[in-house]
């Protein structure tokens, strides 16, 4: 690895960490939702740090080129996220759906109160 690559590695995961960090403190993302942004910032981090430890976590998994193991946790991150959204997107449609319901029943309801109101008069 050549010192470019690797203040470039270091350099991209903290700018990575540092954007999500910013985020959150502008309250343009949730909690909820960086947390798998920063475990990846994190790996991220310490795969460029320490690139030994990237070898090793992928010979412990018998993962025969490093960089494989990169592309498969980025993957299972991706999904992950995917997956979260997908499930809030499900209740938020659900909700939705129920909120347009209610607002329904009340234009009728009001709709029928206006109409006795003028039959009355």
């Known amino acids: 690895m050549t010192l470019t690559s690797y203040i470039f590695g270091v350099a991209s995961a903290l700018i990575g960490l540092g954007v999500v960090i910013e985020l959150l403190r ?9 947390i798998w942004w920063l475990i990846a910032g994190v790996l991220a981090l310490i795969a460029g740090v320490f690139p030994a430890t990237l070898t090793w976590a992928a010979s412990l998994i018998g993962i025969s080129v490093p960089i494989n193991l990169v592309f498969f946790v980025s993957i299972a991150i991706l999904f992950f996220v995917c997956l979260q959204h997908s499930a809030e997107l499900t209740l938020l449609e659900s909700k939705t ?3 347009a319901e209610r607002v329904a ?17």
């Open 26 to 34: 502008r309250r343009h993302l949730r909690e909820r939702h960086a």
């Open 97 to 99: 759906r129920t909120l």
């Open 105 to 121: 029943i009340l234009e009728l309801r009001l709709a029928r109160v206006e109409s006795e109101s003028a039959s009355d008069e």
